[in-house]
Every structure is written in structure tokens, then in C-alpha cells.
């Protein structure tokens, strides 16, 4: 499969979590007593990483400055994807968030930083022309303003599926693109004069001359304009978040990274918008951005237990840099139960650190129906995290995990024995990589379903 490309403006993300319980006596604002720091990519970069979730190779065209924001971008992006940089004139643009109690009270934004606008390099042409699928991030810092860039993109767009995430501050579309996303309010700025949002997708759609233009609105879904038609994308009901208690920071990338990644899957625009839509709701109700952030870029990955796919990558790069040997498994480990704890401690023992390719909440429910899972997808990776057998959890959202596996290359795959073999799809893409297939038996009696239809009876 062709890589997806993802081309724009990369920031660093900065969340400050406190607690506020006084107000400050030279003025009237709460004194956060500041408990932790936590770092992630932001823009572009949020957008690779949640792509890399569900695609087996994923290309990242940023613009990078050589200063501490960028070093720290770096040190969290390259574990995930694969980075081409452009130059970026100035400083790494930074984003701090300052909250309490779940609550944003103030935002910083320092760093000046905008992709120069010079030669690109031939890296970036021969990934542009490789893609599979290119996803256009654009935070109006230049990297999608760039003359080559536009281009090349216009050259492309044709034959090579292209969803843009549009920025204000940044340029129109390319003529042409199969996808382009708005959120409601950066739609009234881009088509001022139209309020509601079918109005607003139609006149879009043929302001940018694109296939279709998809105008999220949160929690209600999305409004889709595809070619002539228009479809109103509900969020299923199973998923749909509460604004009021859910952080919505990052929902646009995680929309348009699951958009990208269903095309390049073959989906047809459409179902690719109502995929989005589900995904994005549930990453918003299991915690957003936030969910990815790391306490310390330069936390080592032996110590990092997160459910973040970053530290699975990072845990394997450790052990095939002293010759060891990584064993993953996979499953849903929906109510963990002592079957579970049995098959990890002995798929632990069989090498020397141990992944969780761990199923996301959309994938179980395609699985194992609407009732599934019961216990969230990121509190499956807590617990998981917490047990002395695991080294790294790590998320995917589709039925299988070989896309995944693509990437983890590991030396051993554990699955229960109530599977055969010739059942695992990802069996092939293992050895491919030289690994080997074991099979654990079961400890009989324990089973999720088991134990729901008991607890029903």
C-alpha cells in the first residue's frame, strides 16, 4: 500500500494542569498550583500521529526550526512517523494551555515561526508523488501556501485523493481536492453572508471547484456536500460526546487523519466522512488531544506506560537496539479478567518486552456489536498499563491490527489458542517480517462474553 502523506504546519503543544481552589490578592484571577506538564505535537503533527493509528506507513512534510521547540517536536514525532522537514524561518510555534479541573483558563501562544518559501527539497517531491493519499494540514504557517507545493498538488490532485483541513490565515484549497473540511465556524469566515452549514457546504464546494466539501459541526456531525448531494453525517449515538465535559482540542486532525486514512483504505468519500465522524466523536469523548500528550519529551520509553502509540515504538526501537526480542499481542481486553492476566504473563516471558496492539472502541463495536466494548478504550490501556507484564499499550482502530504490525515488526505474536493461525489476517504480515506466530491456550471458563451473559442471567 502507498504511504499517506501528511503535508503542513507542525506546533508544539503545551497542556499546564493545576489546581485553581484561590484567587490571587493583587487581582481578581485564580493562582494555578501547577501539578504537571505534558507535551504533544500539535497541527500537522497531532494529524500524523493519529494518522499513523490507522495507516501502516505515514509520511510527514513539516517545516522544523533547529531551536528547543523544534528538538522537542522531534524527539515525539520521529518514534510515530517518518519526518521530510522544510526550513521554517523563525521560532517553533508554541501553544500553552493552562487548565484546571478539566477547565482551559488561559491560552499562550509564542513563536513566530512560517516555512520559507525557497527550493524544495527532492525528498518532498518524491513523497508527494509516492502517496497514496495527501492530507493537507494547514495551520496558516506557510508550509501550504508554499509555490512548489500548490504546484505540485494541483498537478496531483486528479489522480491522488487529496483532504484538506483549511486554516483562516492559510490558501484556498487546490482546485480539485477530493475532501475538504472545514469546522462551522472557519466555514462562516471562509464564505461570509451564509450561515447555515448545507448552504455553507454547497457554496464552498464550488467557491474551491472540489470533488466535496465535509463542514463538521461537533457534536451534530458533519454536513457533506458530494458532488450534487447533500448528506447530514449524524455521530452514532453510542459515541456522541458532551461539549460541556469533553475537551475538544484536536477533534478537526482526528477527523480529517480518519477521513485520509479511509480513502486510502478505498472507501468512497462518503463512507469516508461517516467513519470520520464516529472516530472523531470518540476520540473526543476518551479524552482528545490530551490523551496523547507525554509528561516530558525527554522521557525514556522504558518508563513511559501511556496508552500513546508513541511509546510502543519507542519500546520496541529500545529492544532491537540491544538484540532482544519484542513480543506483541492483541484483543479487545474488555473487562480484564484472569484469562487475560494468564495469556500476557506468559507472552511476557517469551521475550524480552511486551506490546499491547490493543483494539480502539470503534473497532470493537465492529466486532462485537453496539453493546461493545464496556469499558472504554482508554481505560482498557490504563489497566493494561498498570499490570507488571506489559510494557506499552498501543491503539488502533481497525479490525485487524496488520497495519499495525507493518510497523511493529515484532519477533513474536501471541493470540489464544481458541484462534488458529490460518484465522489471523495479520499472521501473514508477521513472518513477512520474520516473526513467528504463538498460540497461548485459554484459561477455560474466562471469557468477556462469558462474563457479561452471567452478569445478565
Known amino acids: 500500500m502507498k504511504p499517506l ?63 528547543d521547540g523544534g528538538r ?4 515525539l514525532l520521529d518514534p510515530e512517523v517518518e519526518v521530510i522537514p522544510m526550513a521554517l524561518r523563525g521560532e517553533t510555534v508554541r501553544k500553552t494551555r493552562i487548565r484546571a479541573g478539566g477547565q482551559s483558563l488561559v491560552r499562550l501562544d509564542t513563536g513566530d515561526g512560517t516555512a520559507e518559501a525557497g527550493p524544495l527539497g527532492p525528498a518532498i517531491v518524491r513523497a508527494l508523488r509516492a502517496a497514496g493519499v495527501i492530507l493537507v ?85 458533519a454536513v457533506l456536500a458530494n458532488g450534487k448531494r447533500l448528506a447530514t453525517v449524524p455521530v452514532p449515538a453510542e459515541v456522541r460526546p458532551s461539549s460541556a465535559t469533553h475537551d475538544t482540542c484536536g477533534a478537526g486532525d482526528r477527523f480529517a487523519s ?10 468512497t468519500v462518503a463512507e469516508a ?47 532491537r537496539a540491544r538484540g532482544g526480542r519484542l513480543v506483541a499481542t492483541g484483543g479487545c481486553f474488555d473487562l480484564l479478567h484472569p484469562g487475560h492476566v494468564s495469556l500476557l504473563r506468559q507472552a511476557r516471558a517469551m521475550g524480552d518486552a511486551l506490546i499491547v496492539c490493543l483494539n480502539s472502541d470503534d473497532s ?3 466486532l462485537k456489536g453496539p453493546s461493545r466494548p464496556i469499558v472504554a478504550e482508554r481505560d482498557r490501556a490504563r489497566l493494561l498499563g498498570e499490570l507488571a507484564s506489559v510494557d ?17 515488526r515484532p519477533d513474536i505474536w501471541v493470540k489464544g489458542g481458541d484462534y488458529a493461525e490460518a484465522d489471523l489476517p495479520e499472521a501473514g504480515v508477521v513472518r513477512r517480517h520474520g516473526g513467528e506466530i504463538a498460540l497461548i491456550p485459554t484459561v477455560r471458563g474466562y471469557s468477556t462474553t462469558q462474563l457479561v451473559t452471567r452478569s445478565r442471567g
Not at 161 to 175: I, K, L, Y
Not at 392 to 408: G, K, M, N, Y
Open 137 to 221: 494540514a494547514d495551520y496558516g504557517r506557510g508550509v501550504a501556501a508554499h509555490p512548489r507545493i500548490r504546484r505540485l498538488l494541483t498537478e496531483l490532485a486528479p489522480s491522488v485523493p487529496v483532504v484538506w483541513d483549511p486554516h483562516p490565515r492559510g490558501p484556498a484549497p487546490v482546485p480539485g481536492a477530493a475532501l475538504v473540511s472545514p469546522n462551522m465556524s472557519e466555514a462562516r469566515q471562509f464564505a461570509p453572508g451564509y450561515a447555515e452549514p448545507d448552504e455553507l457546504a454547497k457554496v464552498l464546494r464550488d467557491e474551491w471547484t472540489a470533488d466535496s466539501v465535509a463542514v463538521t459541526l461537533g457534536a451534530d456531525g
Open 5 to 67: 502523506i501528511v503535508l503542513g504546519d507542525s506546533l508544539l503543544d503545551v497542556d499546564i494542569e493545576g489546581d485553581a481552589t484561590r484567587l490571587c490578592p493583587e487581582a481578581p484571577v485564580p493562582v494555578v498550583d501547577v501539578r504537571s506538564r505534558r507535551l504533544r505535537p500539535g497541527g500537522a503533527g497531532l494529524a500524523a500521529i493519529l494518522a499513523a493509528r490507522s495507516v501502516a506507513e505515514v509520511v510527514l512534510v513539516t517545516a522544523t526550526a533547529d531551536d
Open 258 to 267: 480518519a477521513a485520509a486514512a479511509a480513502l486510502l483504505d478505498g472507501s
Open 392 to 408: 506499552a499499550v498501543t491503539i488502533f482502530d481497525e479490525s485487524s491490527p496488520a497495519a499495525l504490525l507493518e510497523r511493529l
Open 72 to 75: 522537542s517536536l522531534r524527539r
Open 273 to 319: 466522512v461517516d467513519r470520520a465522524v464516529g472516530i472523531a466523536a470518540g476520540f473526543v469523548a476518551d479524552g482528545g488531544a490530551a490523551a496523547l500528550s507525554r509528561s516530558d519529551a525527554r522521557e525514556p520509553a522504558s518508563t513511559a506506560r501511556t496508552e500513546s502509540a508513541g511509546s510502543a515504538f519507542e519500546v520496541a526501537a529500545e529492544v
Open 364 to 366: 470493537v463495536r465492529r
